[in-house]
């Protein structure tokens, strides 16, 4: 691989990583805002809901209870379009989860916002559970409030950002490893150029036997140490010199009292 | 004034850094851009939340009006209102506002300019009045109604600016991390491959010129690719090859003559003779086949994946406790801090136990394979550990990753010794350990803040993912370096370096010296901070901020500390004030218990190891005189090195058994104690013996 390209390569593989934990960071932060505004509205609507079923459940009979609760319920499930459903689901105190006939092993606070989120929510709802105070009669329990809120908003949103990052950063990628190929061929010429000339420097010495003659000024590290060398280089002429010579002579021995008669 | 000449070669490395920063520098700074920008959307996502709030609260107060009570005349309203701001972190102000706009009650900080836009909302009787940036604050109005028709008043609600302030605040520091650590990886990539590709090469070029410059022409230089620089090694070789060529046909010419008679053949003979003495007395020819001139190398070269190697390792320091629990049922009769402290532990004893046998594979197998079976191991480990689902999985798989790492630090350590020469290796082990340092603070910011927004579990398999990243620019950029010494040459065994242990210094300096300082780390930096400012309810991503002050120090302070202790020959000396450095450090959090005594704590660790961990090292060739000569320098340190190795297996075990009796803040002071105790009897221990045993000879005499 050519120093250029293993370069300009080495560059872009770090440019990539840094342009993929970008887009990691705005994506989650992103997604972070609109999930907490999302759980912000969800939880408006259960405190309302709340103080209905409190304000509501003194005045009610016991009779009453079960349809003016689920009044209450559809009327807050009505007022904000992402939920989905509203279910009270357990008695916080005697955990009736078991009878509900749904599964809240799962749930888990992860310390955004008061509900508790259900990791095993489907594809298409994010399940949370919120602790209610309701009054029963003359005293306050709790119960477990089962809140299932639309993903449709989150989802679009989420991958609109997504296919915008995805597109963003390929794009960077792309103009940042062409700039960084151009940038280090650029670079990299100068270098080039020295060993090229050095080079052909070399390859003339050794065809004509002379040393190439240089502009002294403006000369760079790897040229003054090259040039260094040309000028011990007559030390290489006059070993071939004598070589030449010796060989001359030896060819003429070879040729023997006859051939030198000739 | 003549102009100082510039290497070609290192004008191409810093300009290709200065881009590679810009495009880096660009693109964060677009995605970041384009991530504010996009977060302002949600602005309209925030203005429905304060509509659906302000709603909330506007039926409330409608139920009160229609008891037939006047909205000037309405009571508690003001502890409603602080109730609502209590419960809706992003509101900031509420005000009720009459039909006329005028205020009546009021909660909060009033935005300046609220009034006037009251005042514009009451003519338009508070219907369709759109939010509006006021001051800082983004302002609303809702129409309080009498009856479900009569406008009563409205309701003016001034929100926080908190989805652009605060959460801008936060991105900036997380993209600003982003860019040192990326500044800190080019700078590490950028060496290794011009080192590798280029500056190698120019070294070698120049060491073959020198060599060809002097008459000596029995070495050629090594293939090269087909580039400019490779054509320019061929030239050189073309030169030598040349004058060898000229040599072998004058040998040829030499036999012809050699068997000739008569007086000319004699004459020849003679002249041939004295040209080739004289000849030969300056210039050196190959004999036969030219061997090849071993390709130049620098220690930079080999510093990448050490980085690299850190950084993954350090990924889950912020987090790895907590995932511990995560992972672990409670088990009758151990305690639950001893089972979060026992995988730290054992990723010490496998260090202990796997750095010798990867010590002694150094010696015997090239560095590439010993690299690449680290780099493989590591990314194993991880992902096992991301998967284990029991706690006995977690041990298992943390294993693999300590053998991992104790393959790549001693296949370092070796390239050092096979590089420098012997009285300057240790040094330069001590300040080429400084890039774990920076490779494992970068990693504790990146696992922090990959932790805080995915899960922890996904901390290891990003690790894994970068590990093979590592293992692919081995493969790819890094040169095969042939075993130290052949395998006929016996390396000293266990019972060799067991005779080190006879030395009394060198134990003192292992027993109150090395193994404090790694007790305290692991103990410490890695068992209790996490615990601790998980405990503050300190998020992962600011645990990993508060973490990487303790290897920025250390990373600083090394050089600096090291330099005034080798100038002024007060080795001993800052042995002993960075332990006193530790444990005051440490003694902060006896008094304060927050976030602050933690940092303070985590730079007072970071200052005492940065005075004491080096000129400690530093010490030993001066300790261990003897043994230096007869087992050599290698073994001496890899032993001292292992032996280390023990302070972090203890660390863990006892902060478990301290935080169980003492909590927390407690338990970190009474091991500042320790190190201080430890250090006051080395330094009382060298003062009486000396640190040599030329000491004892001069106190005998």
């Known amino acids: 691989m050519k120093p250029e390209l293993a370069s300009s390569l080495a560059t872009s593989m770090v440019l990539a990583c840094a342009i993929g934990f970008s887009a990691f960071l705005s994506y989650s932060n992103y997604h972070t805002d609109l999930e907490d505004l999302i759980r912000e509205r969800v939880e408006v609507s259960v405190d309302d809901l709340e103080r209905a079923l409190r304000r509501d459940g003194f005045r009610i009979q016991r009779a009453q209870m079960a349809d003016q609760t689920q009044r209450i319920l559809d009327r807050a499930t009505a007022d904000n379009p992402d939920i989905l459903a509203l279910t009270l689901v357990a008695d916080e105190m005697t955990d009736e989860t078991s009878n509900s006939g749904a599964d809240h092993s799962s749930a888990h606070s992860d310390g955004r916002g008061r509900g508790t989120w259900l990791s095993n929510s489907d594809d298409t709802n994010f399940t949370f559970l919120y602790k209610v105070s309701l009054p029963n009669q003359l005293k306050t329990t709790g119960k477990l409030l089962r809140v299932e809120v639309s993903r449709t908003n989150y989802d679009r949103k989420s991958q609109s950002m997504f296919g915008r990052l995805l597109l963003l950063s390929s794009g960077l990628f792309a103009i940042g490893f ?23 420097d070399i390859h003339l010495l050794l065809a004509t036997g002379k040393v190439q003659d240089h502009d002294p000024t403006n000369v760079s590290v790897e040229e003054e140490q090259f040039f260094e060398f040309q000028r011990n280089t007559k030390l290489i002429s006059d070993v071939l010199q004598e070589a030449e010579k010796l060989n001359e002579a030896g060819h003429a021995s070879d040729a023997g009292p006859g051939h030198r008669g000739t | 004034m003549k102009r100082k000449p510039k290497s070609l070669i290192q004008q191409f490395q810093f300009r290709l850094f200065v881009l590679g920063l810009l495009l880096i ?18 602005v309209f996502e925030a203005d429905r939340n304060i509509e659906f709030i302000g709603k909330s609260l506007v039926r409330d107060i409608e139920r009160a009006l229609d008891y037939g009570i006047p909205i000037t005349q309405l009571a508690g309203v003001n502890p409603f209102m602080e109730d609502a701001l209590r419960s809706y972190p992003r509101i900031k102000y509420l005000s009720l506002l009459s039909s006329n706009g005028h205020r009546l009650f009021s909660t909060g900080p009033e935005p300046v300019g609220s009034e006037a836009f009251a005042q514009e909302a009451a003519y338009k009787h508070f219907r369709d ?18 009856g479900g028709e009569t406008v009563a008043g409205g309701l003016l609600i001034g929100s926080g600016i908190g989805l652009r302030g605060s959460a801008s605040a936060g991105s900036f520091l997380a993209f600003t991390t982003v860019l040192i650590i990326s500044l800190f990886t080019l700078v590490e990539v950028l060496v290794l491959v011009v080192g590798t590709r280029l500056v190698n090469s120019v070294r070698t070029c120049q060491k073959m010129m020198g060599t060809i410059s002097v008459g000596d022409f029995r070495q050629r230089l090594g293939p090269q690719p087909q580039s400019q620089m490779g054509e320019f090694v061929r030239a050189l070789n073309a030169v030598v090859d040349r004058v060898n060529e000229h040599y072998k046909k004058m040998q040829i010419q030499v036999d012809l003559v050699k068997d000739g008679a008569g007086d000319e053949a004699q004459i020849l003979r003679k002249r041939l003779g004295a040209h080739i003495s004289q000849l030969l007395n300056r210039v050196h020819f190959a004999e036969a086949e030219n061997s090849i001139m071993p390709r130049e190398r620098a220690l930079s070269d080999f510093r990448a994946p050490l980085f690299l190697f850190a950084f993954v390792e350090a990924m889950s320091a912020p987090i790895f406790p907590q995932f511990v629990i995560t992972r ?27 750095t010798p046998v990867a010590a002694y594979l150094s010696n015997r197998v090239r560095q590439k394979p010993i690299l690449l079976a680290g780099a493989l191991g590591a990314a194993v480990g991880f992902i096992g550990v991301s998967f284990s689902d029991l706690y006995i999985d977690l041990l298992i798989w943390r294993c693999i990753s300590a053998i991992s790492y104790a393959f790549v630090i001693t296949s370092f350590q070796s390239t050092i010794e096979r590089m420098c020469s012997s009285d300057y290796w240790i040094k330069t082990l001590a300040f080429s350990l400084i890039v774990t340092v920076i490779g494992a603070g970068c990693g504790v910011v990146v696992g922090g803040m990959i932790a805080e927004r995915l899960a922890y579990s996904d901390v290891f398999l990003v690790a894994a993912g970068v590990a093979l990243i590592g293992g692919l620019t081995i493969t790819l950029f890094m040169e095969n370096l042939a ?12 019972w060799s370096r067991l005779r080190l242990l006879g030395n009394v210094r060198f134990l003192a300096a292992v027993a109150f010296g090395a193994l404090p300082a790694k007790f305290v780390l692991s103990g410490v930096l890695l068992f209790i901070v996490p615990l601790f400012l998980s405990d503050l309810g300190v998020t992962p991503a600011v645990i990993g901020i508060i973490m990487v002050f303790y290897f920025a120090v250390v990373a600083a302070g090394t050089p600096l500390f090291h330099w005034l202790a080798d100038k002024a020959s007060l080795s001993m000396m800052a042995v002993f004030v960075g332990a006193l450095v530790t444990c005051s450090g440490f003694l902060v959090l006896y008094q304060w218990h927050d976030v602050t005594a933690i940092l303070i704590a985590i730079c007072g660790l970071g200052v005492g190891h940065a005075m004491s961990v080096a000129p400690l090292l530093s010490l030993i060739p001066e300790v261990c005189e003897k043994e230096m000569e007869t087992l050599g320098p290698s073994t001496v340190i890899t032993t001292y090195r292992t032996l280390e190795n023990m302070g972090g297996i203890a660390g863990p075990l006892a902060a478990a058994a301290l935080v169980n009796h003492f909590g927390f803040p407690h338990a970190i002071a009474v091991m500042g104690l320790i190190v201080l105790g430890s250090a006051l009897l080395l330094s009382f221990l060298f003062m009486v013996i000396g640190t040599s045993r030329s000491s004892d000879t001069t106190t005998l005499a």
């Open chain 2, 328 to 354: 672990s049922d409670p088990i009758v009769g151990i305690d639950v801090y001893l089972l979060i402290g026992l995988p730290v532990s054992l990723f010490f004893l496998c260090l202990f136990v796997a």
């Open chain 2, 129 to 146: 009045v759109l939010p509006t940036d006021v001051e800082g604050q983004r302002v609303a109005v809702l129409p309080v109604l009498l």
């Open chain 2, 25 to 42: 520098c660009a693109s964060v700074a677009a995605i970041a851009f384009d991530g504010v920008h996009q977060r302002d959307k949600l």
């Open chain 1, 178 to 200: 062409l700039l960084s190929w151009v940038g280090a061929s650029l670079f990299y010429r100068p270098a080039r150029t020295c060993f090229e000339k050095m080079a052909t």
């Open chain 2, 483 to 494: 075993p130290r010494s052949h395998p006929d040459v016996p390396v000293p065994g266990l």
